[in-house]
């Protein structure tokens, strides 16, 4: 059996002398890795069932929505080239009506041809059977969002109302669809799965059911490889424009997609700020460890390097000493980050509406955690294998020399000298070793850093809720007519049952234009100073809305590259089909949503449809909500209705089941790293000061006075670094905020002093309770052993 070389059984025997502190470097490390592995398999894993579910369901390359087309354009439309497939349906809004159920419930009818057949957008059947054909078939497939919200089963009869027809059908099968992965109600950003539903109705029966026989007001439609959307886009709209087309949507603007995409967005910005954070502390202890170990240990490495140990040996064993460590670290942050990956994936699967999520790690993710990994060993050992190299063995051999202090009159004499002894040696000794006394507090404040992020961003997302539903939406219910309405159609909601208060609103599609780039968004009309429906700020600002020029949100001006006075050109998709250039008068940062704003009256003449209304925000009285309700299921010309309670709810329950576990998760990552290095730092210094504590002992000052100067010490590292680390992370956690943000959210800055009270407790408690583990060993010092000389 082959000898270890003695350098590297010194080497072994001191990684198990220093376990602590080791373990401590590769918990950490492992805790980046972990984070790596999670956020970057997450993303792949999500990215792949995306892409798997659009492929095998055909998910539609364009969208457009029109008025009424002849089926004979479906040929034409067809024609163009680049188009692989398509399918020209019929879309209605409509309203269910549920036993026991006395809201008016919104809904999306799709006609269905055969399933098999489907070309585009072809839904998935995970329950039941595909409905009969036939005008008056009586059968219909339910999307399983609502269909899982409120328990309903193949067999179920529904109360379905479209265009003031009321029919009852029943539920045969239970599906979804690629379109559907993340389904939100008309006028709504976050699904409400108990208040909206997708239903896919035979087309004979839809047609007759809305009066649209022998005709589709939708295409969807499937591109050729290679083809690009725009050119097939402008000739689609073309083609169909005397049919009330409005503006094709690529792929990337369907609103599901959109939020997808925007998803696997954050997931890479989680992953390419947080693990290098953890990376880099787990750096810094590796190297406090091996600087250490150096410094103990010089002389036996002079004594090596004087029989003959080349220094690149030397170098060779403490570099496997530290990728020991990191090895260590690696594989525990691997299979850490797998069990988070998974939980992640659970999560999600919850949100978006996909077949299946399985978590998988790549080989490259795995390979590039490896070297993340060891490469933060690499360099966080940089400084320490230096001091090896540049040992000579004749200095090796002799005792360090001892910091250099001097006797002076300065300001700093004069701070110190009112101290007691043991007060005065606290302090000589961060003087004399300032690099260390640095490197530990930039690891503290770190750790800080982390917590503060961990409880400013829930807090953040209550801002926003707050900002969003209790400051902005101060109404009861938002109606939405079937198509734009007149002055009567107002008076006509402000007199349903329970209605107090009434404000009309306008909402029109929109193609906005600027120096090339394009942009289709909504653009509301509102009263200039409304009541219930106010334009905020993510400042908390109310503003006005202009009669002389658009309020632009910051997410469609990024879009568009404007600013204050420039002007843009907008073209709506409705109506006359108005194209007019307005001046941006304002842009303004919003938490939710992505349009822009104009006075109402002003809209209505800018687009052709002066006094015009899309519906309105109603205030309702106390206890009159299910007279309202019950109202809206008999009227005609009300095609939804939004609870603005039942949305906040749905919001806040979205927010929540993401930022949940990861705050958890954050929070004890971060006390783990102060934890981590308050204990690595007090081990090193009680390791260094094993000799003068245990003279202090010898002196006859007790056991209490020597443990003061090694808390006392990491006290004062830990003061140091706690308004640092504050201050710090209340600047990263907005910035990270703002790196998270998208073009439909954004996370509003906060500012909360009890929530810094908090983060410099955990963050104290942890130092305090890693210092005091680390105390109990001075009671174990062997004075004997401690004072022999190393001469």
Same mark, same amino acid.
């Given at each position: 059996?082959?000898?270890?070389?003695?350098?590297?059984? +010194?080497?072994?025997?001191?990684?198990?002398?220093?376990?602590? /502190?080791?373990?401590?470097?590769?918990?950490?490390?492992?805790?980046?890795?972990?984070?790596?592995?999670?956020?970057?398999?997450?993303?792949?894993?999500?990215?792949?069932?995306?892409?798997?579910?659009?492929?095998? /369901?055909?998910?539609?390359?364009?969208?457009?929505?029109?008025?009424?087309?002849?089926?004979?354009?479906?040929?034409?439309?067809?024609?163009?080239?680049?188009?692989?497939?398509?399918?020209?349906?019929?879309?209605?809004?409509?309203?269910?009506?549920?036993?026991?159920?006395?809201?008016?419930?919104?809904?999306?009818?799709?006609?269905?041809?055969?399933?098999?057949?489907?070309?585009?957008?072809?839904?998935?059947?995970?329950?039941?059977?595909?409905?009969?054909?036939?005008?008056?078939? =009586?059968?219909?497939?339910?999307?399983?969002?609502?269909?899982?919200? =409120?328990?309903?089963?193949?067999?179920?009869?529904?109360?379905?109302?479209?265009?003031?027809?009321?029919?009852?059908?029943?539920?045969?099968?239970?599906?979804?669809?690629?379109?559907?992965?993340?389904?939100?109600?008309?006028?709504?950003?976050?699904?409400?799965?108990?208040?909206?539903?997708?239903?896919?109705?035979?087309?004979?029966?839809?047609?007759?059911?809305?009066?649209?026989?022998?005709?589709?007001?939708?295409?969807?439609?499937?591109?050729?490889?290679?083809?690009?959307?725009?050119?097939?886009?402008?000739?689609?709209?073309?083609?169909?424009?005397?049919?009330?087309?409005?503006?094709?949507?690529?792929?990337?603007?369907?609103?599901?997609?959109?939020?997808?995409?925007?998803?696997?967005?954050?997931?890479?910005?989680?992953?390419?700020?947080?693990?290098?954070?953890?990376?880099?502390?787990?750096?810094?202890?590796?190297?406090?460890?091996?600087?250490?170990?150096?410094?103990?240990? =010089?002389?036996?490495?002079?004594?090596? +390097?004087?029989?003959?140990?080349?220094?690149?040996?030397?170098?060779?064993?403490?570099?496997?000493?530290?990728?020991?460590?990191?090895?260590?670290?690696?594989?525990?942050?691997?299979?850490?980050?797998?069990?988070?990956?998974?939980?992640?994936?659970?999560?999600?699967?919850?949100?978006?509406?996909?077949?299946?999520?399985?978590?998988?790690?790549?080989?490259?993710?795995?390979?590039?955690?490896?070297?993340?990994?060891?490469?933060?060993?690499?360099?966080?050992?940089?400084?320490?294998?230096?001091?090896?190299?540049?040992?000579?063995?004749?200095?090796?051999?002799?005792?360090?020399?001892?910091?250099?202090?001097?006797?002076?009159?300065?300001?700093?004499?004069?701070?110190?000298?009112?101290?007691?002894?043991?007060?005065?040696?606290?302090?000589?000794?961060?003087?004399?070793?300032?690099?260390?006394?640095?490197?530990?507090?930039?690891?503290?404040?770190?750790?800080?850093?982390?917590?503060?992020?961990?409880?400013?961003?829930?807090?953040?997302?209550?801002?926003?809720?707050?900002?969003?539903?209790?400051?902005?939406?101060?109404?009861?219910?938002?109606?939405?007519?079937?198509?734009?309405?007149?002055?009567?159609?107002?008076?006509?909601?402000?007199?349903?049952?329970?209605?107090?208060?009434?404000?009309?609103?306008?909402?029109?599609?929109?193609?906005?234009?600027?120096?090339?780039?394009?942009?289709?968004?909504?653009?509301?009309?509102?009263?200039?100073?409304?009541?219930?429906?106010?334009?905020?700020?993510?400042?908390?600002?109310?503003?006005?809305?202009?009669?002389?020029?658009?309020?632009?949100?910051?997410?469609?001006?990024?879009?568009?590259?404007?600013?204050?006075?420039?002007?843009?050109?907008?073209?709506?998709?409705?109506?006359?089909?108005?194209?007019?250039?307005?001046?941006?008068?304002?842009?303004?940062?919003?938490?939710?949503?992505?349009?822009?704003?104009?006075?109402?009256?002003?809209?209505?003449?800018?687009?052709?449809?002066?006094?015009?209304?899309?519906?309105?925000?109603?205030?309702?009285?106390?206890?009159?909500?299910?007279?309202?309700?019950?109202?809206?299921?008999?009227?005609?010309?009300?095609?939804?209705?939004?609870?603005?309670?039942?949305?906040? =709810?749905?919001? /806040?329950?979205?927010? +929540?089941?993401?930022?949940?576990?990861?705050?958890?998760?954050?929070?004890?990552?971060?006390?783990?790293?102060?934890?981590?290095?308050?204990?690595?730092?007090?081990?090193?210094?009680?390791?260094?000061?094993?000799?003068?504590?245990?003279?202090?002992?010898?002196?006859?000052?007790?056991?209490?006075?020597?443990?003061?100067?090694?808390?006392?010490?990491?006290?004062?590292?830990?003061?140091?670094?706690?308004?640092?680390?504050?201050?710090?992370?209340?600047?990263?956690?907005?910035?990270?905020?703002?790196?998270?943000?998208?073009?439909?959210?954004?996370?509003?800055?906060?500012?909360?002093?009890?929530?810094?009270?908090?983060?410099?407790?955990?963050?104290?408690?942890?130092?305090?309770?890693?210092?005091?583990?680390?105390?109990?060993?001075?009671?174990?010092?062997?004075?004997?052993?401690?004072? +022999?000389?190393?001469?």
């Amino acid at each position: 059996m082959r000898r270890l070389p003695p350098l590297s059984m +010194k080497l072994g025997r001191d990684l198990l002398r220093l376990r602590a /502190q080791a373990l401590s470097a590769a918990l950490l490390l492992a805790l980046g890795v972990s984070l790596l592995v999670a956020t970057l398999g997450t993303r792949v894993s999500l990215e792949q069932a995306r892409d798997d579910y659009y492929l095998a /369901q055909r998910l539609a390359d364009l969208h457009l929505p029109l008025v009424r087309a002849p089926q004979a354009m479906a040929a034409r439309v067809a024609a163009i080239p680049g188009v692989e497939a398509l399918e020209a349906r019929l879309a209605v809004p409509g309203l269910l009506s549920l036993p026991d159920v006395v809201e008016p419930l919104g809904a999306r009818l799709l006609s269905l041809d055969d399933p098999e057949s489907t070309a585009v957008n072809r839904p998935w059947l995970t329950a039941g059977r595909w409905p009969e054909g036939g005008a008056s078939a =009586r059968e219909a497939v339910l999307n399983d969002a609502f269909a899982e919200a =409120r328990g309903l089963r193949p067999g179920a009869w529904l109360e379905v109302t479209v265009r003031g027809s009321r029919e009852r059908v029943q539920v045969v099968g239970i599906a979804n669809s690629p379109e559907f992965v993340f389904i939100s109600p008309p006028g709504e950003l976050m699904p409400i799965p108990e208040r909206f539903a997708v239903l896919w109705l035979p087309r004979a029966a839809l047609e007759a059911a809305a009066g649209l026989q022998g005709a589709f007001n939708e295409v969807v439609l499937r591109l050729g490889e290679g083809v690009r959307a725009e050119p097939v886009a402008i000739e689609l709209e073309r083609l169909l424009a005397r049919y009330g087309a409005g503006r094709a949507l690529d792929r990337s603007r369907i609103p599901s997609a959109r939020f997808l995409d925007q998803e696997l967005d954050q997931l890479g910005t989680l992953a390419s700020v947080l693990p290098p954070a953890f990376l880099a502390v787990a750096a810094f202890l590796l190297n406090l460890t091996l600087t250490r170990l150096v410094e103990a240990e =010089r002389a036996t490495l002079g004594l090596l +390097k004087a029989f003959g140990l080349r220094g690149r040996e030397v170098v060779a064993g403490y570099l496997g000493f530290a990728l020991v460590v990191s090895g260590v670290g690696v594989v525990l942050g691997l299979l850490s980050g797998s069990w988070l990956g998974r939980e992640l994936c659970a999560l999600y699967l919850e949100i978006y509406r996909l077949p299946s999520l399985v978590y998988r790690v790549p080989p490259t993710i795995a390979l590039l955690a490896i070297v993340v990994g060891l490469g933060a060993a690499v360099l966080g050992s940089g400084m320490a294998l230096r001091r090896v190299m540049a040992l000579r063995p004749a200095e090796a051999l002799a005792p360090p020399p001892p910091p250099a202090f001097r006797h002076g009159s300065g300001p700093l004499a004069h701070a110190t000298r009112g101290f007691d002894p043991l007060t005065r040696v606290v302090l000589r000794r961060l003087l004399g070793y300032p690099r260390r006394a640095l490197t530990t507090v930039i690891g503290l404040s770190a750790a800080l850093v982390l917590l503060v992020l961990s409880m400013q961003a829930p807090m953040s997302i209550d801002r926003l809720l707050q900002l969003s539903f209790g400051e902005a939406k101060r109404q009861q219910r938002t109606v939405t007519l079937a198509e734009p309405a007149g002055p009567a159609a107002l008076h006509a909601l402000a007199r349903l049952p329970g209605v107090e208060q009434a404000e009309p609103f306008l909402a029109l599609d929109a193609v906005f234009r600027h120096d090339g780039r394009e942009v289709s968004e909504v653009l509301f009309g509102l009263l200039s100073a409304p009541r219930f429906e106010r334009l905020i700020d993510a400042e908390g600002r109310v503003r006005r809305l202009r009669e002389d020029g658009l309020i632009l949100t910051a997410g469609l001006a990024r879009q568009l590259a404007v600013q204050p006075g420039d002007s843009v050109q907008v073209q709506f998709t409705s109506g006359p089909r108005r194209d007019a250039r307005v001046t941006v008068v304002d842009v303004i940062e919003v938490t939710i949503g992505s349009s822009a704003y104009l006075e109402i009256g002003a809209l209505g003449r800018l687009a052709g449809q002066p006094e015009r209304i899309s519906g309105a925000h109603l205030r309702l009285r106390g206890g009159a909500a299910d007279a309202f309700d019950l109202a809206v299921r008999e009227t005609p010309m009300i095609v939804g209705s939004s609870d603005i309670e039942a949305a906040f =709810r749905s919001t /806040q329950r979205t927010f +929540k089941e993401g930022s949940g576990m990861m705050t958890t998760l954050f929070t004890v990552f971060a006390v783990l790293m102060a934890a981590g290095i308050a204990f690595a730092t007090a081990t090193v210094i009680l390791g260094e000061q094993r000799r003068d504590l245990a003279t202090l002992l010898v002196l006859g000052y007790g056991r209490r006075e020597a443990s003061y100067v090694l808390l006392a010490e990491l006290a004062l590292l830990a003061s140091i670094a706690l308004p640092i680390g504050l201050v710090a992370g209340h600047h990263f956690a907005n910035a990270f905020l703002r790196a998270m943000a998208t073009d439909l959210f954004t996370f509003p800055p906060v500012f909360e002093p009890g929530l810094h009270l908090r983060a410099a407790l955990i963050a104290l408690g942890s130092v305090l309770a890693a210092a005091l583990w680390v105390r109990r060993d001075i009671d174990r010092i062997a004075l004997v052993d401690s004072l +022999k000389s190393r001469e």
